[in-house]
């Protein structure tokens, strides 16, 4: 397994990072083939494990937490805060009063004194980042964080956060996690080269773009009931991804891969990409991922996926999993 060093921290990490986000009750239960597939993992080179606070209420956390005993030192770990984690409204968000407790609790379940990388899931429009950064800036100072990063930010928000960051005496951002695969590009346009210019390190997120890449039929997918403004065929924005998967399938038979191994090459190909975050849910689906580690896409076959998806394109906007306030909320746009 190939390594990359981590947005200039001089830390190295594995070219693909270990997901977590299916280890518990959002995927698989059985905690001790969980730990299994953890080592599985790690054994096969990989060293960056990701996390979070809300994957399965804490219950993800606690099994990371649990595989890496007696590994600890070797893995690079990651975990997030920001979504809700109970009715109090104060149970989350991005203030300085929920951190001091989000990241005591992370600690406790994952079993260490100290994480790698703790990240903001996503951005809070009630919390200045002003005071978001500067409670960070004191977990590292205190040695129970390394380093920090953002999930999902939009590019004004990252180059918000790095300039507060200069103008306050703030520990930085080191690292941004967005969402990116063949289906999902909008990150293209202005993400990823803001964060190739703050030499941030990028670990993305759904290169299977949940499971339209994983060559599985969808049809069957009982994630469609589920998510039906991501998975349903008549929603127009899916019945385009539908075709471009078709095409895109046809472009790995004649490249001799399998669809994952394409989507997840594609990825890695881009230059601003420090690692990708696979997020298997059992021991199968993460030997399968793995075959394709050292795989490599040349240009004529990057070339006929820019033809079908559109570089910048995001064939359907939903798949980000975050919509600006701006957007979402009527009331902001009218008087």
């Given at each position: 397994m190939r390594r990359r060093i981590l947005g200039g921290t001089g830390i190295s990490v594995s070219e693909y990072a270990l997901g977590a986000m299916m280890l518990g009750a959002w995927g698989n239960t059985d905690h001790d083939e969980c730990v299994r597939l953890v080592h599985r993992a790690l054994d096969a080179g990989i060293n960056f494990v990701d996390t979070a606070d809300?994957?399965?209420?804490?219950?993800?956390?606690?099994?990371?937490?649990?595989?890496?005993?007696?590994?600890?030192d070797d893995v690079v770990?990651?975990?997030?805060?920001?979504?809700?984690?109970?009715?109090?409204?104060?149970?989350?968000?991005?203030?300085?009063?929920?951190?001091?407790?989000?990241?005591?609790?992370?600690?406790r379940r994952l079993g260490t004194d100290h994480i790698d990388l703790y990240q903001v899931h996503r951005p809070d429009p009630a919390t200045d980042i002003d005071e978001t950064l500067s409670a960070l800036s004191d977990l590292v100072r205190s040695g129970k964080v390394r380093a920090i990063g953002t999930s999902t930010f939009p590019a004004e928000q990252i180059v918000e956060a790095q300039w507060t960051a200069e103008r306050r005496g703030h520990e930085r951002f080191r690292t941004e996690q967005p969402p990116y695969s063949m289906l999902a590009r909008g990150v293209e346009n202005a993400v990823l080269p803001t964060a190739q210019r703050y030499g941030m390190g990028v670990l993305t997120w759904g290169?299977?773009?949940?499971?339209?890449?994983?060559?599985?039929?969808?049809?069957?997918?009982?994630?469609?009931?589920?998510?039906?403004?991501?998975?349903?065929?008549?929603?127009?924005?899916n019945a385009r991804k539908a075709e471009a998967v078709r095409a895109l399938s046809a472009?790995?038979?004649?490249?001799?891969?399998?669809?994952?191994?394409?989507?997840?090459?594609?990825?890695?190909?881009?230059p601003a990409v420090t690692s990708v975050i696979i997020g298997p849910r059992t021991l199968d689906q993460l030997d399968s991922m793995l075959a394709g580690a050292d795989t490599t896409l040349d240009a004529d076959v990057l070339d006929r996926i820019d033809a079908i998806v559109p570089p910048g394109t995001d064939l359907n906007r939903a798949d980000n999993y975050y919509t600006p306030p701006a957007v979402g909320d009527a009331s902001l746009r009218r008087r």
């Open positions: 809300v994957y399965a209420a804490g219950e993800s956390e606690e099994i990371v937490g649990k595989a890496l005993q007696g590994r600890r770990l990651a975990t997030k805060f920001f979504n809700s984690m109970g009715p109090d409204a104060n149970h989350g968000g991005n203030s300085r009063r929920w951190i001091v407790r989000a990241v005591e609790d992370s600690l290169p299977l773009s949940a499971g339209w890449l994983s060559g599985r039929d969808l049809s069957a997918s009982s994630r469609a009931g589920l998510e039906t403004q991501k998975f349903d065929l008549a929603v127009p924005e472009v790995a038979d004649e490249a001799g891969l399998p669809l994952p191994h394409l989507a997840t090459a594609f990825v890695r190909s881009h």
